[in-house]
């Protein structure tokens, strides 16, 4: 079953504007939690990552929230550009683990 | 390019036929992962390899699917008898000595196609 659930499926942002991505889990065993931006034809690559013991990363424009009660974790990208037009993924792992576990992905257009 | 790369991009084949695709991870990675993407959804883990050893392997390798590494450093995932529903992107992943799921950089992917 989906281990991580992302919302929305698509996203068209103008030029300028904030783009909002979410993702919620169950397992609490999960404590590494990436994102991944993937263009068509292409591999996805890490974006950002954020472990529980912080709220917020922030690398540039682009910014993780995190909520560990609600077990809930969001992408901010401000002042999104047409190069940011993607997909995004949202992931969850045990860091002692291996495996990471993808949402479904959202596809973002972000218009001139 | 020193990144991950796979090898074919893409794969047309019939149902019944077997398939081969190879990645060749980031050098000095001893970890490699395979995933597979079907349209519209999120990778989804399918084995991982710690140098020449399969550590882990996922309920959605049936049978059908083997994945070797024998030298601990290109991968082979091999799909015998393929069906329809095998139809996806499949993506290898390499990461270094060390890490976990963190740190894991992703090939181009081979895109397959079962007609």
């Known amino acids: 079953q989906q281990q991580v659930k992302q919302s929305p499926q698509s996203l068209i942002v103008q030029k300028g504007g904030i783009s909002i991505i979410n993702c919620a889990y169950e397992?609490?065993?999960?404590?590494?939690f990436p994102w991944y931006q993937q263009f068509p034809g292409k591999g996805p690559a890490l974006l950002i990552a954020?472990?529980?013991?912080?709220s917020e990363k922030k690398e540039g424009r682009f910014t993780i929230s995190f909520n560990k009660s609600a077990k809930q974790f969001s992408l901010h990208i401000m002042d999104s550009q047409p190069g940011d037009s993607a997909t995004y993924f949202c992931?969850?792992?045990?860091?002692?683990?291996?495996?990471?576990?993808f949402g479904k992905g959202t596809s973002l257009l972000v218009t001139p | 390019d020193t990144g991950v790369s796979q090898d074919p991009r893409h794969k047309i084949t019939k149902r019944g036929q077997n398939v081969t695709f190879r990645c060749d991870p980031i050098?000095?990675?001893?970890?490699l992962y395979w995933y597979r993407q079907t349209l519209g959804q999120g990778p989804e883990f399918l084995t991982y390899?710690?140098?020449?050893?399969?550590?882990?392997k996922s309920r959605l390798l049936s049978d059908r699917f083997s994945a070797e590494r024998p030298k601990g450093s290109f991968s082979t995932l091999e799909i015998q008898r393929t069906e329809q529903g095998d139809s996806a992107m499949y993506l290898c992943?390499?990461?270094?000595?060390?890490?976990?799921?963190?740190?894991?950089?992703f090939g181009p992917g081979t895109r397959l196609l079962v007609l």
């Open positions: 992931a969850a792992s045990i860091n002692s683990g291996y495996a990471l576990n």
């Open positions: 050098s000095e990675h001893n970890r």
């Open positions: 397992n609490t065993a999960f404590d590494y």
């Open positions: 992943a390499s990461s270094p000595p060390g890490s976990g799921a963190e740190t894991q950089y």
């Open positions: 390899f710690q140098n020449e050893a399969q550590l882990e």
């Open positions: 954020i472990r529980p013991d912080v």
